[in-house]
């Protein structure tokens, strides 16, 4: 007994019909003042790590660029989601560690909605009760 719906047979005389579109184009992001996305009163730096002919692909912030934020680590994981969303990213993806082993942490992932064609993404780290520092990161897919 077959599972799930059957489907009648093809007649004998059927030929497959092939699709293809053509290949997707990555599209160089504008300068980093310009498509960053996140907190502004972060003042997150960031340098170009993939690249193409057309431009840069892909900024990061290290955790070690600039000074730790001044927030809690509950806060600044509001703010992110926050931030990204006016900017008019969708937030699909959200985690963290408010406790145990090893410092606290948020991550946050998110696409663009206008294109669907730029990611954005952060981990939070805490560094004390009142500073957080950020891995972040603006990608071109």
């Not at 959200?94 to 992932?109: I, K, L, R, Y």
Request: one cysteine or more; a neutral charge.
């Amino acid at each position: 007994m077959p599972l799930g719906p059957t489907r009648p047979p093809l007649p004998a005389n059927a030929l497959p019909v092939v699709v293809t579109s053509p290949p997707h184009a990555l599209r160089p992001l504008v300068a980093w003042a310009s498509i960053n996305p996140f907190p502004p009163q972060w003042h997150l730096t960031a340098s170009c790590f993939k690249t193409s002919a057309s431009g840069c692909l892909g900024y990061r912030h290290q955790y070690t660029d600039g000074s730790p934020i001044v927030t809690t680590i509950q806060q600044a994981c509001a703010d992110v989601r926050a931030a990204l969303t006016s900017a008019g990213y969708f937030v699909g993806e959200h985690g963290g560690s408010p406790g145990g082993p090893g410092p606290a942490f948020c991550e946050v992932a998110s696409h663009d909605q206008a294109t669907h064609s730029i990611n954005a993404t952060v981990r939070l780290q805490e560094v004390d009760a009142t500073h957080v520092i950020a891995l972040a990161s603006v990608t071109a897919y």
